[in-house]
């Protein structure tokens, strides 16, 4: 999944391969990984996508196929729900602030920026249209 985030990855697929049940497949994930198997993939094409829009010119539709989205819609409606910008705002943001990360070990600039998706995006829309809104997930950094 992380080498490959833009690909589907149907559970179905994943515990076929793994030679185990769905159900067994998606709970022993999140005990290993802290996420749902689905969450954990968007999280990784997230940070992808971050990284292309802070890193290079490329257009926002390329950026959400080559991250794995078909839509750009899509795209962009999930990628504010979990950073609180659209994909345009969060690139002239980082790219404002380039200078201030070039002494910064990639490692620790990708941790920084990883999403933290503790809460499934429909659900946190389900809460927000009740009127209940939430904090964001992540502090912003840098």
Not at 54 to 67: C, F, G, M, S, V
Not at 75 to 93: C, E
Request: one cysteine or more; proline letters at 6%.
């Amino acid at each position: 999944m992380d080498a490959a985030s833009n690909e589907a990855w149907p559970v179905e697929q994943l515990a076929r391969v793994s030679h185990v049940s769905e159900a067994h497949f998606a709970r022993s994930f999140k005990q290993a990984f802290g996420l749902p198997p689905h969450r954990y993939l968007l999280t990784r094409r997230l940070e992808r996508a971050k990284a292309l829009l802070r890193d290079t010119e490329l257009p926002i539709l390329e950026i959400a196929l080559q991250t794995g989205w078909n839509s750009l819609g899509t795209f962009g409606r999930v990628f504010r729900d979990v950073t609180g910008k659209s994909p345009s705002d969060w690139r002239a943001f980082e790219q404002a602030a380039r200078h201030e990360l070039a002494t910064v070990p990639h490692c620790f600039v990708s941790a920084a920026y990883r999403p933290g998706m503790t809460t499934a995006v429909s659900e946190k829309r389900r809460r927000e249209q009740a009127g209940k809104k939430e904090a964001p997930n992540k502090p912003e950094f840098l």
